[in-house]
């Protein structure tokens, strides 16, 4: 009963939409591929045109493989930096990309900052100066040395030896 009504109302579908008139047969071959006739050009154009699509996939992939790998060497060199431990797989990344992969510009700009900002700040004179008071070595000097007068005059109150 379902295959009756299925064929009744599938054919009255078809020929609504036009999809019994036979013009698809020339679209695609057995395999489903489409063929020059599909595209509507003659065979040398379809097979310039097939060419031109792998070559162009190609290029797609080369420049994404490019891409992930400026990444991958991006996240070495920050694991350089912050000593973390390395990544095979970024390795592995950056060997199938095919050996010379530089940083881009930007991000080794970014690196480079970093890497002299962090200098800066790890010398003492580098923390002294980051630091938000105005700091005078005089000042401190006396404020030393008053401390230490003071710290000496305690201790000879407190000991009887002094």
Do not use: H, W
Not at 23 to 32: I, P
Not at 61 to 71: Q, S, Y
């Amino acid at each position: 009963m379902a295959f009756l009504v299925k064929s009744m109302i599938g054919d009255k579908l078809k020929n609504m939409t036009g999809g019994g008139g036979g013009g698809d047969e020339d679209k695609t071959d057995a395999d489903g591929k489409e063929t020059p006739a599909s595209k509507g050009m003659s065979r040398e154009e379809f097979e310039e045109y097939q060419r031109q699509l792998v070559e162009e996939k190609i290029e797609r992939d080369k420049e994404f493989a490019m891409r992930k790998a400026e990444r991958a060497n991006l996240r070495v060199a920050l694991r350089d930096k912050y000593r973390l431990p390395e990544s095979a797989q970024d390795d592995a990344t950056i060997q199938m990309a095919g050996g010379d992969v530089d940083l881009p510009e930007e991000l080794a700009k970014m690196v480079e900052e970093d890497e002299e900002e962090e200098e800066a700040n790890s010398t003492l004179l580098g923390k002294i100066q980051n630091m938000d008071l105005d700091l005078d070595f005089d000042t401190i000097k006396s404020k030393a040395q008053t401390t230490m007068t003071e710290v000496k005059q305690a201790a000879e109150e407190k000991c009887t030896l002094m």
